[in-house]
C-alpha cells in the first residue's frame, strides 16, 4: 500500500493494449492520470542531472544536437547489454519514482491513475490500492503496436518478450478491461462502471 493517504489506481498492460485510450477516458471524466512514460521523460529533460551522468557514462553521442536524449541509440544500446541496463535502472528508477509519488501528492482527484507500463515488472505495486490490467491477445498486441509503433514487427516482439506474460500479469490483476474488441462504446461503459467502483472505494 502507499502512505501517501490517497487512492492510487495502477493501470498497466502490455504495448498495443491501449492504455493510453482507457487512462484519456478516465481523465474525461476528471480523474488526474500520472503517466510513467512521462515522469521518464522528466527526469531527463535537457540539463538534467540524470542526463548528464548518462553521457558521462555511455558517450556525448548518446545526446543529440538540441541537448535532448538520443533514446533510439539508447534503447538499442541496454537491449544488448545486460549491464549497462541494469547500470541505467538503477540511475533513473528512483527519480523516476519520486517524480511519480510527487505527482500523486498534488492530485487533486478523489483518487488518481498511475499508468505504468512496467508496473509488475518495476515492482511499482507498493505504490497503488489496486491493478486494473487492460488485456488484449497477444496476435493482438502485435497487430495493434506495429500500425501505431515506427518500430518493427521483430522489435515489437522483442518487447513483448521483455514484458510479463500476460497469463501472469492477469494474476496481479484486481480489475480487468478486456480491450480485444476495438469497441470504445463497451470499453467507456466498463470505464464508467471502474469509475463508480473507485469512488466508492475513495469516499470509504
Given at each position: 500500500?502507499?502512505?501517501?493517504?490517497?487512492?492510487?489506481?495502477?493501470?498497466?498492460?502490455?504495448?498495443?493494449?491501449?492504455?493510453?485510450?482507457?487512462?484519456?477516458?478516465?481523465?474525461?471524466?476528471?480523474?488526474?492520470?500520472?503517466?510513467?512514460?512521462?515522469?521518464?521523460?522528466?527526469?531527463?529533460?535537457?540539463?538534467?542531472?540524470?542526463?548528464?551522468?548518462?553521457?558521462?557514462?555511455?558517450?556525448?553521442?548518446?545526446?543529440?544536437?538540441?541537448?535532448?536524449?538520443?533514446?533510439?541509440?539508447?534503447?538499442?544500446?541496454?537491449?544488448?547489454?545486460?549491464?549497462?541496463?541494469?547500470?541505467?535502472?538503477?540511475?533513473?528508477?528512483?527519480?523516476?519514482?519520486?517524480?511519480?509519488?510527487?505527482?500523486?501528492?498534488?492530485?487533486?482527484?478523489?483518487?488518481?491513475?498511475?499508468?505504468?507500463?512496467?508496473?509488475?515488472?518495476?515492482?511499482?505495486?507498493?505504490?497503488?490500492?489496486?491493478?486494473?490490467?487492460?488485456?488484449?491477445?497477444?496476435?493482438?498486441?502485435?497487430?495493434?503496436a506495429v500500425l501505431r509503433?515506427?518500430?518493427?514487427?521483430?522489435?515489437?516482439?522483442?518487447?513483448?518478450a521483455s514484458q510479463i506474460?500476460?497469463?501472469?500479469?492477469?494474476?496481479?490483476?484486481?480489475?480487468?478491461?478486456?480491450?480485444?474488441?476495438?469497441?470504445?462504446?463497451?470499453?467507456?461503459?466498463?470505464?464508467?462502471?471502474?469509475?463508480?467502483?473507485?469512488?466508492?472505494?475513495?469516499?470509504?
Amino acid at each position: 500500500m502507499n502512505n501517501t493517504k490517497k487512492v492510487v489506481i495502477g493501470l498497466t498492460g502490455g504495448i498495443g493494449s491501449g492504455k493510453t485510450t482507457i487512462a484519456n477516458f478516465f481523465a474525461d471524466l476528471g480523474i488526474d492520470i500520472i503517466d510513467a512514460d512521462i515522469a521518464a521523460r522528466k527526469v531527463v529533460e535537457p540539463k538534467s542531472s540524470a542526463l548528464g551522468r548518462i553521457s558521462q557514462h555511455f558517450g556525448p553521442q548518446f545526446i543529440q544536437a538540441d541537448g535532448t536524449l538520443n533514446r533510439p541509440l539508447l534503447r538499442s544500446r541496454i537491449f544488448s547489454n545486460d549491464t549497462d541496463k541494469l547500470w541505467l535502472n538503477n540511475l533513473l528508477h528512483p527519480l523516476i519514482r519520486q517524480t511519480m509519488l510527487n505527482e500523486i501528492q498534488q492530485s487533486q482527484s478523489p483518487y488518481c491513475l498511475l499508468v505504468a507500463p512496467l508496473l509488475i515488472e518495476n515492482n511499482l505495486q507498493s505504490l497503488v490500492q489496486r491493478i486494473l490490467v487492460i488485456d488484449i491477445s497477444e496476435v493482438e498486441q502485435i497487430k495493434r503496436a506495429v500500425l501505431r509503433d515506427p518500430s518493427s514487427k521483430e522489435e515489437i516482439i522483442r518487447i513483448i518478450a521483455s514484458q510479463i506474460p500476460r497469463k501472469q500479469r492477469l494474476k496481479y490483476a484486481d480489475d480487468i478491461i478486456d480491450n480485444s474488441k476495438s469497441d470504445l462504446s463497451i470499453i467507456k461503459d466498463s470505464v464508467i462502471k471502474l469509475d463508480q467502483k473507485y469512488h466508492n472505494l475513495a469516499s470509504n
